[in-house]
């Protein structure tokens, strides 16, 4: 472990204060696997999560294939992250991967994958690493590849003592990959819209996994992604009522 990292907190604690008592934060060098069909807010969640580690002094790497730099700047500063002077700072390092468009093939899968993976352990490490979305990339890549990838990733936490989340859609995988791939992790969140009686339609996510977190009070929890302010708890009496 790097002695920058030993004097850290064990907990990386959300920036949602309701989130993070539900979850009991997530622990230092763990591997996370956050699961959701589009628009369920595995993005949301990440953010919440990086917001927390900067908060706490970790360095965070957001490796997205889904918007730019700047976007995510200021999707982030529209969710209350205030994350421009950790961007400028060089404690935020992100990483747009401009995917779309390639011409694709199981080879250049394989390519891309090696290269993150050199790139992560390298140039690119840090105490946090999210990856938002691992799912272009499964869809490309064979089986073998994706799960040799994920091991890779695996051993960089257990050697380095770092913290990884991972985004992925579960439509782009088969039963038995998934599988495979929730094994490998030490954390698992599923997330879910789901529609309330009064017809309102809200986010949940369910703790499937999560090991060495404090004290997850729940499995879990309701919430709604609001403007300015991030991701609300809502309170059990408001998802019944
Ligand atoms: N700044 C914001 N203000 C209000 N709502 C927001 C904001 N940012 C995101 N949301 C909402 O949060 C919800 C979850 O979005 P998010 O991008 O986290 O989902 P996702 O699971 O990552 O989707 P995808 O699979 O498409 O990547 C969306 O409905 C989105 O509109
Ligand atoms: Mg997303």
Redesign the pocket.
């Known amino acids: 472990m790097s002695q920058a990292l030993e004097s850290k907190p064990k907990l990386i604690h959300l920036a949602s204060n309701e989130l993070d008592r539900i979850m009991g934060g997530i622990p230092v060098s763990s591997m996370n696997l956050l699961e959701?069909?589009?628009?369920?807010?595995?993005?949301?969640?990440a953010?919440d999560i990086v917001w927390g580690a900067l908060q706490s002094g970790f360095t965070v790497r957001y490796i997205t294939s889904?918007m730019t730099a700047p976007a995510l700047v200021s999707?982030m500063e529209?969710?209350s992250w205030d994350v421009g002077p950790s961007y400028i700072r060089g404690d935020l390092r992100i990483t747009a991967l401009h995917v779309k468009g390639l011409n694709w093939d199981e080879g250049m899968a394989r390519y891309f994958l090696t290269v993150i993976s050199n790139f992560i352990k390298n140039k690119g490490s840090a105490d946090v690493i999210i990856f938002?979305?691992l799912t272009y990339f499964a869809t490309k890549s064979s089986p073998e590849d994706l799960l040799n990838f994920l091991s890779n990733l695996r051993n960089y936490v257990d050697e380095r003592k770092s913290t990884v989340v991972v985004?992925v859609?579960p439509f782009a995988f088969d039963g038995n990959q998934l599988i495979r791939i929730r094994s490998i992790c030490d954390g698992h969140i599923l997330?879910k819209i789901k529609t309330l009686p009064s017809s309102e339609i809200v986010?949940s996510l369910e703790i499937l996994k999560l090991r060495g977190a404090s004290k997850a009070s729940d499995n879990s929890a309701t919430f709604k992604?609001?403007?300015d302010m991030g991701i609300k708890v809502l309170p059990y009496t408001a998802v019944k009522a």
């Open positions: 959701g069909e589009n628009d369920t807010g595995k993005s949301v969640l953010q889904e999707q529209s969710l938002d979305s985004t859609h997330m986010r992604v609001v403007p």
